[in-house]
């Protein structure tokens, strides 16, 4: 069976044109690696080649329907890597440069099974961010995406009773709509008997694993928005 040539990594918005073609004005292309002999990434982003579905099934000797699939299987696959890559960084980046102890307090709460194992927290948290960030920085399907503290947004959020998470809004930048914000919102947690907090996240997903953190991993969350927007 012969090895492709290509690999297909997902569809793209921003790149209307073929670049086999030369067809314009195409809703979204199909974004291609090149492969080596062995069936290998041969590449980076640099290397990827965009053409649309029919050039793209040509290519590959595919149907434009098996291209069209694959091609949005990829894409949701990259999706769920940027939205972890954003956990992430909305969780740890904060502590990057926090004191030793608090970094493993951070670390080791949420990787408990690490504890005693001789993994270092400092070590492990610098590898997540680098590869958190790489995965944002990458401009395979897209422009690189936000992943700097200065990036993160405040966001409000609402607790039941029972400390599950009731609402998450993002926070105005206007002082008098966010005192409103923050007036509406506490009426409603008195309502329910819950709780508000606010955050610092690169999304509102993210803005989730925030709130529901212990209150050191929160502590330096605040910090960090603090130093970034003094």
């Not at 290519?59 to 992430?88: F, H, I, M, N, P």
């Amino acid at each position: 069976m012969p090895i492709p040539k290509w690999t297909i990594k997902g569809i793209v918005d921003d790149y209307d044109t073929c670049g086999c073609c030369d067809r314009r004005g195409l809703k979204r292309t199909v974004a291609l690696m090149p492969l080596d002999a062995d069936g290998n990434e041969d590449g980076t982003a640099e290397d990827v080649v965009y053409y649309g579905t029919s050039c793209a099934a040509t290519a590959l000797s595919w149907t434009q329907g098996k291209v069209t699939d694959t091609a949005r299987a990829a894409q949701a696959e990259r999706d769920q890597r940027d939205a972890y890559a954003r956990r992430v960084i909305s969780i740890y980046a904060p502590v990057e440069f926090a004191p030793v102890r608090d970094k493993a307090r951070v670390y080791y709460g949420r990787n408990q099974h690490q504890r005693d194992t001789g993994v270092k927290a400092t070590e492990e948290v610098a590898k997540l961010l680098d590869k958190a960030r790489a995965t944002l920085a990458d401009t395979t399907t897209g422009p690189a995406r936000p992943s700097r503290i200065e990036d993160f947004r405040r966001y409000l959020v609402i607790f039941t009773s029972d400390d599950r998470i009731f609402l998450v809004r993002r926070v105005p930048e206007e002082e008098a709509e966010r005192q409103e914000q923050a007036a509406a919102a506490q009426r409603r947690a008195d309502q329910i008997r819950g709780s508000v907090r606010v955050v610092a996240a690169l999304d509102a997903e993210s803005a989730r694993d925030v709130a529901y953190a212990d209150e050191l991993t929160r502590e330096w969350n605040t910090k960090a928005w603090q130093a970034a927007h003094a």
